[in-house]
């Protein structure tokens, strides 16, 4: 196998691991493992419904975090009482879904 292979199967597998983790995520965080839909017109549906609050989700969580890092700037003493609440939260939610794992 030549080096330039190499690389190429290493990228390729990359951007599988990628995409697998994605569709990982959708049947852990919202539920992509339980459509039961008989047509499949009406599955497709629902999939690129969940791929769309994914999405939409990634969206919001950026939108959140420049807010803060704004208000932070604005407001350091609040903002860094907010951003570490929220830090706090995260860091809570991570236990819970790995501890009931």
């Known amino acids: 196998m030549s080096k330039e ?29 339980r459509i039961m839909a008989k047509l499949d017109n009406t599955s497709q549906t629902a999939i690129a419904i969940t791929f769309l609050v994914m999405n939409l989700s990634t ?12 208000l932070g700037k604005t407001m350091p003493i609040l903002g860094l009482k907010i ?15 790995f501890n009931s794992a």
């Open 83 to 97: 951003i570490c609440a929220y830090a706090e939260m995260k860091l809570r939610q991570d236990k819970i879904i």
């Open 59 to 70: 969206w919001w969580h950026r939108v959140f975090c420049v807010f803060l890092c704004r």
């Open 5 to 33: 292979k190499k690389k190429q199967a290493v990228y390729d597998e990359r951007i599988r691991q990628a995409i697998e983790g994605k569709f990982g995520q959708g049947k852990r965080r919202f539920s992509l493992d």
